[in-house]
């Protein structure tokens, strides 16, 4: 039985030819890139164990000849075990370097001292230009005081009942008082509506902090500007708490306080990233001696309230090694274990 093919017109014997041609020769590309087959690179795949592990060049002589007179022989011994127990991968992966132009240098000797930053300031580290500094910082802001005021406002202060009692109640002396860092961060006026009509007061809320890891908040309010200064100034200077600080720059972690509607978040960051926080986060942090910090303020922002919060969440940190005694484990700090046990 013969198959004969079915009819057609002259319109589509023309499109079934044209198609077959076009398709012999190829698609009209309508993008000056070449194809994706003729884009993609196919890699050969290579194991992991077939890669040449990087090892870390041996000390010379003259290299841990330098090195003994820099550190001593139980420091020596410990940073050859070091080297030995770092792989060269964790050296390529964490101890990369930044190369750019905006780089921070805050690599540390610790086999040195820093005057500032590793002990407290003694009178022998101001001697110097620093006095000279500030004399000539002094003379510039203003004309100096006369004798006779310095030698009045001197038998006041010492005169002074609220002085005294302060002293009396924190122990410290008025040279320590005199140091310690004090600024009013809100201020605003109240009235109070009783029988005899609308009294009004001045609101002061005050810090105050050694810029050495101690900081506290005090509230005055008074008829009067100096009263209520003094007041919130003295109230802050009682209520001064300790600050957990991680190396003495930033908090532990991240925490969060909240009175009211206020909430506020605090997280620490690494060094040279700086207090990047609203004012009255700043303030209460460099009064406590906290230089690299990051605080964010989702819901409300009523001053008060924020630094109350900001307060809290700094005086109720988890410090580490409270968290390892109240899981059973052992907490060890491999930089002081690295560096032969000196704390620094």
């Known amino acids: 039985m013969s198959s004969s093919k079915t009819y057609q017109c002259l319109s589509c014997r023309l499109k079934s030819s044209i198609w077959q041609n076009t398709t012999s020769s190829g698609r009209r590309q309508f993008h000056a890139?070449?194809?994706a087959k003729a884009r993609k690179r196919v890699y050969p795949s290579i194991k992991a164990a077939d890669l040449e592990q990087p090892q870390f060049r041996p000390y010379t002589e003259r290299e841990k000849k330098l090195l003994r007179l820099k550190y001593t022989p139980e420091q020596m011994k410990v940073i050859e075990?070091?080297?030995?127990?770092i792989t060269a991968e964790d050296m390529a992966q964490q101890g990369r370097m930044r190369t750019d132009p905006m780089r921070i240098e805050y690599l540390d000797d610790f086999s040195t001292m820093r005057p500032v930053l590793d002990r407290p300031v003694t009178d022998q580290d101001l001697q110097g230009d620093e006095l000279v500094e500030g004399e000539n910082r002094s003379s510039r802001g203003g004309a100096s005081k006369n004798p006779q005021q310095k030698e009045d406002a001197e038998q006041k202060e010492e005169t002074d009942p609220h002085m005294l009692r302060l002293c009396q109640q924190t122990g410290m002396t008025k040279e320590e008082i005199r140091k310690i860092r004090v600024k009013n961060l809100v201020m605003h006026r109240v009235v109070n509506q009783t029988r005899m009509g609308k009294i009004q007061s001045l609101y002061y809320l005050t810090i105050a902090g050694n810029q050495d890891g101690m900081v506290g908040i005090g509230e005055g309010?008074?008829?009067e500007d100096e009263?209520?200064?003094?007041?919130a100034m003295m109230n802050a200077v009682r209520n001064m708490k300790p600050i957990p600080r991680y190396e003495e720059r930033t908090i532990y972690g991240e925490v969060q306080g909240k009175v009211g509607a206020s909430v506020v978040q605090l997280s620490s960051r690494g060094p040279g990233f700086g207090n990047r926080c609203q004012h009255l986060i700043f303030e209460l942090a460099r009064a406590a001696g906290i230089s690299d910090l990051a605080a964010r303020?989702?819901?409300?922002?009523?001053?008060?309230?924020?630094v109350k919060?900001?307060?809290?969440?700094l005086t109720s940190q988890r410090l580490p090694e409270d968290v390892a005694k109240g899981r059973g484990r052992k907490m060890v700090d491999a930089r002081s274990v690295y560096y032969g046990g000196q704390v620094l």
Request: charged letters at 30%; zero cysteines; a positive charge.
């Open 81 to 85: 075990a070091g080297e030995k127990a």
């Open 309 to 313: 919060a900001a307060f809290q969440a």
């Open 227 to 231: 009263d209520g200064r003094r007041q």
């Open 33 to 35: 890139s070449s194809p």
């Open 297 to 306: 303020t989702p819901r409300s922002r009523n001053k008060m309230n924020v």
């Open 221 to 223: 309010k008074a008829a």
